[in-house]
């Protein structure tokens, strides 16, 4: 049976062979585990050795986070990419922060929440670019009781439970109170990390927003509001905010084939503004510490204080009056306060959130079918999703939620992989939870009959 195994992976293009541990490339003739080691290859960047692959070309709408992370994931794997963008920037376009941070859950149920950002966090740290991260680790805040419930059957090596005294000890600064310590969570540089993201060969094309996407015959075309076209290709990936999408056209009706995925995903948008504290030594942390907001640190000097507690905490009043409740809510974690230092209220940025709090990632169906707006074919895993009739090569990346360090390598690398038929870095039943169809499956059938034992 392994025999016949190897022999159909062979078969399917595979180089299969042991995984040298210094360099992850996979010697030729020895066949064994070759499944992971190709995986693997890819996952860092380094072409699998799978024979001549048929021309492959992609637009990709937005050059945030999640627009530069699915970019770089394509072109890694050999496909010609053109990036768009109507900033010049990703610091501009996508995040306008000094510094951005991870931000993974834990619950003591192990939720697909958690699970989800457990595999993205672990995911952003195995893939190409990955060295413009900064392993600095996180601190939560947290009941003991619910840190002690939330760590119990989790490994150590991801999440420990610590008392305030450790939590300082990692943080640098007295606590008050501990929490959860996640040693993998990463810090990153926006502009280091745009570099990272911008593999050789990829097409940046900045400066022009993409007003209308048409499909015409086998392909999309990328156009400006003058009509003119800034790229085409079979495939098109939309990971651009909500407020530069661009209207769809397909080839049977007019229309967007979004509007749909918005209802049912209960999409919202919020505003948030961080704040950069020059902050003294006995305030500026070496890790990032997260609870009602967070403080990330940026240099020797600076940390970010994120937004936090209800939305109106920092949608009202002036810069000024949010930054001084940002400091408050800092200040009132350390155990020795000290004075307020010159704060510098950031740009006021929007993130975009699904009612499930998880991002978007996969194909969106319904583009010119001429069935009307209709979201979703099929789950994000297995080998049967891609481009077809229902779905003709739009894809999307999208509601990130202020997570876009942490969701944006797990979409790039789901999407990437499903358009390269290569094995799911997710298991099936978690990649459900990011398939634009999932609002649509929970939705109840109008038609369906209520039995008397049914519940209101």
């Not at 876009?404 to 099936?428: F, K, N, Q, R």
Request: hydrophobic share 45%; proline share 9%; charged share 25%.
């Amino acid at each position: 049976l392994l025999r016949e195994t190897l022999d159909a992976l062979s078969a399917a293009g595979l180089s299969l062979g042991p995984v040298n541990a210094a360099d992850g490339e996979t010697p030729p003739g020895d066949r064994a585990a070759g499944a992971l080691a190709w995986r693997g290859a890819r996952a860092r960047g380094r072409a699998a050795a799978v024979g001549p692959a048929p021309a492959r070309d992609a637009l990709v709408v937005g050059a945030g986070l999640a627009g530069a992370a699915c970019a770089a994931a394509l072109a890694r794997r050999g496909w010609r990419v053109a990036r768009i963008d109507r900033g010049h920037a990703m610091h501009d376009a996508g995040s306008l922060q000094p510094v951005l941070a991870q931000h993974p859950s834990v619950t003591p149920d192990d939720a697909p929440l958690s699970r989800l950002t457990r595999a993205a966090t672990l995911l952003a740290g195995a893939v190409a670019g990955a060295d413009a991260l900064r392993p600095v680790g996180r601190v939560q805040a947290a009941d003991d009781a619910l840190a002690e419930r939330a760590t119990r059957t989790l490994p150590a090596g991801w999440v420990r439970a610590v008392d305030a005294r450790e939590a300082s000890a990692r943080a640098g600064v007295a606590l008050r109170r501990g929490g959860l310590w996640l040693p993998r969570a990463c810090s990153a540089d926006p502009l280091a990390l745009r570099e990272a993201w911008t593999p050789a060969g990829l097409r940046v094309v900045e400066g022009r927003r993409v007003e209308r996407l048409v499909r015409t015959g086998e392909v999309w075309r990328a156009l400006d509001a003058d009509g003119r076209c800034i790229a085409e290709a079979p495939v098109a990936l939309l990971a651009c905010g909500a407020d530069a999408l661009p209207a769809v056209d397909g080839a049977d009706r007019p229309g967007s084939a979004l509007d749909a995925l918005w209802a049912s995903a209960g999409l919202r948008r919020r505003t948030g503004t961080t704040t950069v504290a020059h902050a003294p030594a006995g305030a500026l942390p070496r890790c990032i510490v997260g609870g009602d907001g967070h403080a990330v640190p940026i240099d020797a000097t600076r940390v970010l204080l994120g937004p936090g507690g209800a939305p109106e905490d920092d949608d009202g009043g002036s810069g000024e009056d949010v930054a001084a409740r940002a400091w408050r809510r800092w200040a009132d974690r350390l155990v020795a306060p000290p004075e307020t230092p010159p704060l510098t209220p950031g740009r006021p940025g929007t993130r975009l959130s699904a009612r499930d709090h998880l991002p978007i990632a996969g194909p969106v169906t319904g583009a010119g079918s001429g069935a009307g707006s209709r979201v979703g074919s099929a789950p994000l895993a297995g080998p049967s999703v891609g481009p077809g009739p229902d779905a003709p090569g739009l894809w999307i990346a999208a509601a990130l939620g202020g997570r876009g360090l942490l969701w944006s390598v797990l979409c790039a690398e789901l999407i990437a992989a499903a358009l390269e038929h290569e094995p799911s870095p997710l298991e099936h039943a978690l990649a459900r939870h990011l398939d634009p169809r999932r609002f649509d499956r929970r939705r109840p059938d109008p038609r369906a009959r209520r039995g008397p034992d049914t519940a209101g």
